[in-house]
C-alpha cells in the first residue's frame, strides 16, 4: 500500500495550509471545511485509525490531543468551544485511512451531529 494522503502532505509533497508542526504531529487546515474553523491534527507516525492504535502508541496518542487543544486555543476557540471528532472506519466517516483528529468551531455545533 502507499503512503497516504497525510504522509505525503507531511513530507511536502502536496500542498496544505499549516498551523502547526513539531516532531510528531502536523496540524493544517481541511480543504473541504465544515465549519468556520476546521483543522486536522495528523500524527506523523502512520497510524490507519484509532482501533488500529497500540499501546506504543499511547505517547503520540496523548500528543495529539494535547496539541489538538492548543491549535484550537491559538485559533481563537478557546472561549467559545469547539469539537474534537476522531472517524474510525466507514460507517464512522472516515475518509483517509490515516489517524487524525478533526478541530471544529467557530459556530455551535448540534448534537447528534448527525
Known amino acids: 500500500m502507499g503512503r497516504t494522503l497525510f504522509e505525503k502532505i507531511a513530507a511536502r509533497e502536496l500542498p496544505a495550509d499549516i498551523v502547526y508542526e513539531d ?6 487546515r481541511d480543504v473541504h471545511p465544515q465549519a468556520p474553523v476546521h483543522v486536522l ?23 495529539l490531543l494535547l496539541k489538538a487543544a492548543q491549535v484550537a486555543a491559538s ?3 478557546e472561549d467559545s468551544g469547539y469539537r474534537l471528532v476522531l472517524n474510525n472506519g466507514r ?4 475518509s483517509v485511512p490515516h ?5 471544529l468551531g467557530g459556530r455551535a455545533m448540534g448534537w447528534p451531529p448527525g
Open 99 to 103: 489517524l487524525h483528529c478533526h478541530v
Open 41 to 63: 491534527v495528523v500524527p506523523k507516525k502512520p497510524i490507519s485509525r484509532i482501533a488500529d492504535a497500540a499501546p506504543g502508541d499511547r505517547e503520540i496518542l496523548g500528543h
Open 91 to 94: 460507517d464512522g466517516g472516515e
Open 23 to 28: 516532531d510528531m504531529v502536523l496540524a493544517f
Open 75 to 77: 485559533l481563537g476557540l
